[in-house]
């Protein structure tokens, strides 16, 4: 067997809801990825991709529903321009759909069924359709409801048990209560997220990692809010459930806010999977390799404790252990999730999303796993450390993760 290595990654801004992406259809994010990332690399030619120079492009995508077109990888293929001849396909695996593409498209590499695989994932949830559902019988006499396909559980079947149903936010209510995460702990992760961020952007770090869409005046992701704190962050009201007062995690009272959960986003991102072989194919250097992967799935309702276990078996199949990791990039869908994970792990909460998280930065659902797979990589490139991590919760109780080694670490 060979090995899979990144040789590239990139992104679009991450815009919030209904703000500065929210004109741009997720198939032309795709497609901006998929053109930008095959300019990038200097052997990926007209001429060579004529000849097969991309074995395939798999994308990551939640919805599906709207104009993703069901399977928006052969959309965002043929909207760049790539030859016909270029296969595409789409994942879904929720929130973790673009990481799973990664996971996928390395085992093809693998395996020797491909040279160079170009993956990613998308999201619109500012375009996400409403839903309307079929009737058992035409023209029915009662009123009929949309469904919004923007996030969570929606059309739910009947016989699933109410406890699995429950909305990410509440589900974090209770994740949070079984590990006594308090409301404190959760605003200073969130306004950590924040400063981080704001200093990575400032520093140049997102420089040459993010892409700047057409058409847009997004020059870096939306949701930043520069100089956040815990304390400002105390002033905003609970979401999912009341505020009794009580912000020590122990009881029913809730903790949960925009300010410490991540933001609905629209963006897309792309990374270029390849063998050794590549580099030669690509005109690429190769940045990391990767060295495990891990699936979990628990209880839906403790949806963000799945990365634990993924992460474990991802470091398992590396033959490392916690201790040697450098670097962690975890999708923080809410604060109290992100804090319970790095608990279990027991790691130094610095190594974790060093240049700002999902909380500042935007979850577009589909995008998201390609962001951390991206940004690892290049956090290990400039750090110089070995080993990194990239994780990420699902929901309906899943997490996935992947480990990198730098290939040329210090």
Not at 28 to 41: F, N, P
Not at 77 to 99: D, H, I, M, Y
Not at 247 to 261: C, D, F
């Amino acid at each position: 067997m060979t090995e899979a290595f990144v040789y590239d990654a990139i992104r679009t801004p991450f815009g919030k809801f209904g703000s500065g992406l929210a004109g741009v259809r997720p198939d032309d994010l795709a497609a901006h990825m998929v053109r930008t990332i095959v300019d990038r690399a200097p052997g990926l030619t007209q001429d060579a991709l004529e000849g097969g120079a991309v074995d395939e492009v798999i994308f990551g995508n939640a919805n599906g529903a709207g104009e993703e077109n069901r399977n928006v990888a052969r959309m965002a293929t043929l909207l760049a321009g790539l030859p016909v001849s270029v296969p595409g396909t789409t994942v879904n695996r929720l929130c973790g759909s673009s990481l799973d593409a990664a996971i996928i498209a390395s085992r093809q590499i693998e395996v020797g069924d491909a040279e160079v695989m170009l993956v990613g994932g998308v999201e619109s949830m500012s375009r996400a359709p409403w839903v309307l559902p079929k009737t058992e019988r035409p023209y029915p006499a009662g009123d009929l409801a949309l469904a919004s396909t923007t996030l969570g559980w929606r059309l739910v079947n009947k016989n699933m048990p109410a406890e699995w149903t429950v909305s990410l936010g509440e589900a974090t209510e209770q994740l949070r209560e079984r590990f006594s995460i308090g409301r404190d702990r959760q605003d200073e992760f969130a306004a950590r997220s924040h400063n981080l961020a704001d200093v990575a952007w400032n520093a140049g770090f997102y420089d040459d990692l993010v892409v700047p869409v057409p058409g847009t005046e997004l020059a870096r992701d939306e949701g930043i809010r520069p100089g956040s704190s815990a304390e400002k962050l105390a002033g905003l009201k609970t979401v999912f459930r009341k505020d009794n007062g009580d912000h020590s995690g122990t009881t029913a009272g809730g903790t949960v806010t925009a300010g410490n959960a991540s933001p609905l986003s629209d963006g897309a991102s792309a990374v270029l999977l390849g063998s050794e072989a590549a580099a030669e194919t690509t005109g690429l250097a190769p940045i990391a390799r990767v060295a495990g992967r891990g699936a979990a799935a628990n209880e839906p309702q403790y949806f963000g404790f799945a990365p634990v276990e993924a992460a474990n078996r991802a470091l398992a199949k590396a033959g490392i252990t916690w201790e040697q990791v450098g670097a962690v990039e975890l999708n923080e869908a809410f604060a109290a999730q992100s804090l319970a994970c790095v608990d279990a792990w027991k790691i130094d909460p610095e190594i974790v999303n060093q240049h700002g998280g999902a909380i500042a930065m935007g979850h577009p659902l589909g995008a998201s796993g390609g962001r951390i797979l991206g940004t690892l990589a290049r956090s290990l490139q400039r750090s110089g450390e070995r080993w990194g991590v990239a994780a990420i919760c699902i929901g309906v109780g899943q997490g996935l993760a992947v480990v990198l080694e730098n290939v040329n670490a210090k």
